[in-house]
């Protein structure tokens, strides 16, 4: 798709690097820690304009370092951060562990996200307009969420909602109004209530989500790659492409952002494009750090 525009959340991400997650009462030295620019918005909005679609991005940030670092590095990428307001409240804050093995576990501080209402979203009427696509995620209110897919929907755009994290009990409007649904295996157990260890489990859960109305869902399966389930008995399982694994923080927005970018009707091309993207961000450490540039996905397919 030509033109995104992203209504989501940003934070910043203190990732620390250990060899294995504490457990509860246990105390742990780490390797590392890094801050760097992340939340499942901004990583969206980041990637889509790393990978060459006009972007643009609503939602809030702290009148603070961290919102302007923020904002900073989306712009770096040609990110049109009109939309993003600035806040009293702080900028969101992400607490990730990554262990060696590159699996991560994620505590967010929602901050100036919590308070990206629909009036946020009038504000930025024209950059929803001006889209073909609207792409979501979950960490802002919810009721924001569903007010900007029912404006993008009565406007004719695409709508792509990334259910992370998931919540149980989301509107079942929500599911009538997006496109795409792009859950994780976790993700899709969360909003089905269904088992999803198995791809025939996930094919099945997915199912349930069509039927609550979604017009297709991908099911992102980390080193297994994606089953993409629509509404004939199509479903195609594209597989992952090999890769070391360093850390993978924002894998599943780089996936998202990537099929966007690349979607234009043909769906195995643009899931082989998300699969390589997210590929090579999974071999990168941080969330935003970690995206890479069209040329690079060119290169690797
Ligand atoms: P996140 O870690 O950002 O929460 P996620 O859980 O939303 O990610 P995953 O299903 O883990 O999403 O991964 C998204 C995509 O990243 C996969 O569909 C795949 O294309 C790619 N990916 C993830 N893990 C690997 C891996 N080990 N090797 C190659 N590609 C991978
Ligand atoms: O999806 C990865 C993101 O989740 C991180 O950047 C962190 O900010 C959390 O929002």
Redesign the pocket.
């Known amino acids: 798709m030509k033109r995104a525009v992203v209504v989501g959340s940003l934070n910043l991400d203190y990732s620390i690097g250990l060899e294995r997650m504490p457990k509860p009462g246990q105390t742990v030295s780490a390797d590392s820690l890094r801050l760097s620019p992340g939340g499942k918005g901004a990583n969206q909005a980041y990637a889509l304009g790393r990978l060459g679609c006009a972007t643009a991005m609503i939602g809030a940030v702290g009148k603070d370092d961290a919102g302007r670092m923020l904002t900073g590095n989306l712009r770096s990428v040609g990110v049109d951060v009109s939309g993003i307001r600035e806040s009293d409240t702080p900028t969101g804050q992400a607490f990730i562990t990554v262990e060696r093995t590159g699996e ?1 576990a994620i505590i967010i501080l929602a901050g100036a996200n919590g308070e990206v209402s629909p009036a946020d979203v009038d504000r930025g009427r024209k950059l929803i307009e001006d889209a073909d696509c609207l792409v979501m995620q979950l960490e802002i209110p919810v009721e924001t969420v569903l007010y900007a897919a029912r404006l993008a929907k009565s406007l004719g755009k695409t709508v792509v909602l990334d259910p ?1 994290p998931a919540v149980s009990g989301l509107p079942e409007e929500l599911f009538t109004l997006a496109d795409f649904v792009k859950p ?1 295996e976790t993700e899709l157990a969360v909003l089905t209530g269904m088992p999803t260890d198995t791809v025939e489990q996930c094919e099945t859960a997915a199912k349930a989500l069509l039927q609550k109305g979604a017009g297709m869902v991908l099911v ?4 297994k ?2 089953l993409a389930v629509g509404k004939g008995n199509d479903s195609i399982l594209v597989p ?4 070391e ?1 360093v850390d ?8 998202t952002a990537a099929f966007v970018s690349a979607y234009d009707g043909d769906l195995k091309k643009a899931l082989l494009y ?2 390589t993207a ?2 090579i ?2 071999s990168r450490p941080g969330a935003q750090a970690s995206i890479p540039s069209a040329e690079e996905v060119r290169e690797r397919l």
């Open positions: 991560n992370a994780n992102s399966l980390g080193s790659g994606v992952a492409v090999e890769s694994v993978t923080t924002a894998a599943g927005d780089c996936f998300a699969n997210a590929s961000a999974v």
